[in-house]
């Protein structure tokens, strides 16, 4: 029977390809995205901005907070502190 399933099933091999790769590139594009947006990134910016003067002192610190926050809700750490 798997010689006969496999000869049936071979024309629908493509479509199963095609989908194959759509879903590995929306896993790539959801890291990439995960990846932009991430706390630890905004935090490294935010570093960068205050360095050049970029922002004022208040602000980076108000804005670092918030990042801090985000960065210990997302491991789960919030309030633990």
């Known amino acids: 029977m798997g010689v006969v399933s496999t000869l049936l099933l071979l024309p629908v091999a493509p479509v ?5 790769v759509a879903n590995v590139l929306l ?4 890291r990439e995205r995960e990846a932009r947006e991430s706390p630890e990134r905004a935090l ?14 208040e602000d980076a610190e108000a804005l ?10 997302r491991h789960g ?5």
Do not use: H, P
């Open 77 to 81: 750490l919030q309030g633990e502190a």
């Open 64 to 73: 670092e907070t918030q990042l801090i926050e985000r960065m210990l809700a």
């Open 27 to 30: 896993e790539e594009a959801e």
């Open 16 to 20: 199963k390809g095609v989908g194959w």
């Open 44 to 57: 490294a910016d935010l570093e960068a901005a205050r360095a050049n003067g970029e922002i004022s002192e």
